[in-house]
């Protein structure tokens, strides 16, 4: 070869090796920086020459939130005057400590709950007062929608502790009317309360109902309900971790060491960046190893509370009750973000002792419509717990032992919703002032009976799925030409369901009346004794009770099946 011929040769193996060289890295930083100069440029010429003079902080959240959409519903945004995030980790925030709602009859928030022994239960505020002002300002709807409103007022009634808090209320009367009052509350340091009810539910077994694991050593107060119970004699567990929609990874690995040995494996995160992965194990000495647990489940204990039944699940030292959890087996991470906003990143997947990862729901693969599907069980891997019984991953925790509870009857759906419940509960609290212990506590046949008029009074209706099942298969027969020959049948069909409202209300007493004895008792004496008057028939609990007290059927569900 001459001197030529080499360099076009060398010219024409340099150049195949630098576009060949261009990985899909090189392309895919170049694509983050073209895609964030497009959207910087669209920004400019919108705020230059847009017709109407744009709010430039509230387009630009608009687009995060529309980014962070396309992730998951864990990756979130929080602008800097936003507290969510502290007070989520924390469980403290200043305010007067009170459940607030939109309340559509009066087109007004309305006071909910008031927490026992913070300042709005202490000042005399109630549930079912209207709120008017706060400090002299309106809070009517506006041109506000509903959700903005609760937010609104909930921005007014928060604020530093010692600080005084105006509140003109109306309280509703026996006779339907209104009378108005005012409030003035010092506002104090409020601190969700992770414990709201233990005690004892049988002679020798303890019960502890665990709300969430989002607080700062929150497995303190989980640990002192424990020494208490064991204290009154109880010699089994029964650990309540339904509607717990998690919380602090950490927490959770805490509360599974109350039972565990220390040392032991529970979590193990695994993602992109080796920074966020980590093994967490037990680090203290157990509370104690021996003593008979169940665990009480539903379709809400997520997360953390996933961690804490899995982890007891996969280790065999728990029996699980209830219905498949939710199925949330991520992780996120806090990040801190320019000029004091932040970040809630998901940053890994977490993986329980039997290896397995729980999570429910694919986001990176989305139908053509934008929705996403759960994972079928026909997709999903065995597992095994330590002593070699099955379990599975995605889905959630499979319970141990499944409870059917029936399905919610639709009519129930409709009266929550349009308060009619809630507006009983507070009509009953003004003819009784006191209703006796919780354990005394029942209504009665009138009670329920003033209920159903009440019903009658307002013209309670609600949509049947019945009803509109058959409107959307008259609408088929008759594009379809069947209409004709069918008519008569669809006539008797129809006066066969129709709506009648006393038929309905028999019915399904047995699953109203227990919502109502509930929303009643809550006004007397708060969360915990909801979750008191909500035992007296649960059938999660009576299915643990009946396990702890039979000690043969209990080591037969942690064991492997003789086949």
């Not at 414990?195 to 107060?221: A, H, L, Q, R, W």
């Not at 299915?543 to 569900?557: D, F, G, M, R």
Request: hydrophobic residues 35%; proline residues 4%.
């Amino acid at each position: 070869m001459n001197k030529k011929t080499i360099g076009i040769l060398l010219g024409t193996i340099l150049t195949v090796g630098i576009f060949f060289g261009f990985n899909k890295e090189d392309d895919r930083n170049f694509q983050i920086v073209k895609s964030l100069d497009v959207f910087n440029a669209v920004f400019k010429e919108l705020d230059l020459f847009y017709v109407d003079t744009i709010d430039p902080k509230e387009v630009i959240e608009y687009g995060i939130d529309a980014m962070l959409s396309k992730t998951d519903p864990y990756t979130e945004y929080y602008p800097e005057e936003d507290n969510t995030l502290k007070e989520m980790t924390t469980g403290k925030f200043g305010g007067v400590g009170s459940v607030i709602r939109y309340y559509t009859p009066r087109k007004r928030v309305a006071i909910i709950e008031p927490s026992e022994g913070n300042p709005a239960a202490e000042a005399g505020l109630r549930a079912g007062d209207i709120i008017m002002e706060i400090n002299g300002k309106d809070m009517s709807l506006g041109d506000r929608i509903p959700n903005d409103l609760t937010s609104y007022v909930s921005d007014h009634l928060r604020g530093d502790p010692g600080t005084v808090c105006m509140i003109k209320i109306e309280r509703p009367t026996s006779d339907s009317t209104y009378v108005p009052m005012e409030f003035k509350v010092t506002r104090g340091t409020i601190k969700t309360n992770p414990v709201p009810y233990y005690g004892m539910v049988d002679k020798n077994v303890g019960y502890v109902y665990v709300s969430t694991f989002s607080i700062e050593n929150c497995s303190k107060d989980i640990k002192k309900a424990l020494i208490e119970l064991k204290q009154q004699g109880a010699t089994s567990l029964i650990l309540d971790l339904r509607g717990n929609g998690g919380g602090l990874l950490g927490e959770a690995v805490n509360v599974v060491n109350f039972f565990v040995p220390k040392g032991k494996e529970i979590v193990v995160t695994k993602g992109k960046l080796k920074q966020v992965e980590h093994t967490y194990r037990t680090m203290n000495e157990p509370w104690d190893l021996n003593i008979p647990l169940a665990v009480l489940v539903d379709g809400i204990t997520a997360s953390a509370s996933e961690i804490v039944s899995g982890s007891l699940q996969d280790l065999d030292r728990a029996v699980i009750i209830g219905n498949r959890t939710y199925g949330k087996g991520l992780v996120q991470t806090l990040r801190n973000l320019p000029y004091n906003s932040s970040m809630k990143v998901t940053t890994s997947k977490y993986y329980i002792p039997s290896g397995r990862c729980i999570q429910a729901i694919d986001y990176s693969k989305r139908n053509a419509d934008g929705s996403i599907a759960r994972t079928p069980d026909s997709l999903t891997n065995v597992f095994h717990t330590a002593a070699g019984r099955e379990v599975r991953d995605g889905g959630g925790i499979r319970p141990d032992v499944e409870v059917d509870k029936g399905k919610t009857p639709n009519i129930l759906f409709y009266l929550v919703n349009d308060d009619m419940i809630f507006d009983f509960a507070t009509q009953y609290v003004i003819k009784h002032p006191q209703i006796g212990t919780i354990n005394e506590f029942a209504l009665t046949t009138q009670d329920y009976e003033d209920f159903k008029t009440m019903l009658k009074k307002r013209n309670f209706t609600y949509d049947r799925q019945s009803e509109a099942a058959l409107k959307n298969l008259k609408e088929i027969a008759e594009f379809e030409g069947y209409m004709d020959n069918a008519s008569e049948e669809f006539t008797a069909l129809e006066k066969k369901l129709r709506h009648n409202l006393d038929l309905e209300l028999d019915r399904f007493e047995k699953e109203i009346k227990p919502m109502l004895a509930e929303e009643i008792v809550k006004r007397y004496y708060y969360e915990k004794g909801a979750v008191q008057e909500g035992l007296k028939d649960d059938a999660d609990l009576k299915k643990a009770l009946e396990i702890l007290q039979n000690p043969t059927e209990y080591n037969q569900l942690l064991s492997v099946p003789i086949k």
